[in-house]
């Protein structure tokens, strides 16, 4: 069986497509089981975020790399899924929150940093800041394969601070 999970692609901005990527159950299954999605505890304005990052690059124009970058990585991932590759997909996930910093240093706050930081020492193979970044927000943690170490690292970001919460995943 197999089932679905959303791939978004923009276009040209803002137009965009919405489609599934069909992988099989045990791929879907998986990956859920392995991600862990944290709320900095506090949210975030997008547009904030998004009117320093487009000051900053005004005149960059659309073939700029840290944009070339950021966009290169959405195909990295959808690749690595369809492959089943775990490991491909946290290098992905890895190098989209690397982008996101080298587009602007605000997009990748202290609190990320911290639970990057924590989400590493106990064997995470990749993390992703979500959306705009910014000083809140959520990030994306794909842990490895030991169900206990996933644990671990949850309950460390915990009591790393008090405003972190664990917001449990389940694809659609």
């Known amino acids: 069986a197999f089932g679905g999970i959303n791939y978004i692609e923009m276009h040209k901005y803002p137009l965009a497509t919405v489609s599934q990527l ?5 791929v879907r299954w998986e990956l859920e089981r392995r991600l862990a999605l944290i709320y900095l505890g506090n949210s975030h304005s997008s547009s904030q975020v998004h009117e320093r990052v487009i000051k ?41 929150t690397d982008a996101q910093a080298r587009l602007h240093p605000s997009l990748v706050c202290a609190d990320a940093h911290k639970i990057i930081e924590i989400a590493a020492e106990h064997g995470a193979i990749g993390w992703k800041v979500n959306g705009a970044g910014g000083e809140g927000g959520s990030i994306t943690l794909l842990a490895g394969p030991y ?18 919460k664990n917001i449990p995943v389940t694809l659609a």
């Open 56 to 96: 900053q690059l005004e005149d960059a124009g659309p073939d700029c790399k840290p944009l070339q970058d950021l966009r290169s990585t959405a195909e990295l991932s959808r690749d690595a899924v369809y492959a089943g590759r775990f490991d491909l997909l946290g290098r992905a996930m890895i190098a989209n």
């Open 147 to 164: 169900t206990d170490r996933k644990r671990a690292m949850i309950n460390a970001i915990l009591k790393q601070d008090s405003k972190f």
């Open 22 to 26: 069909q992988v099989p159950d045990a």
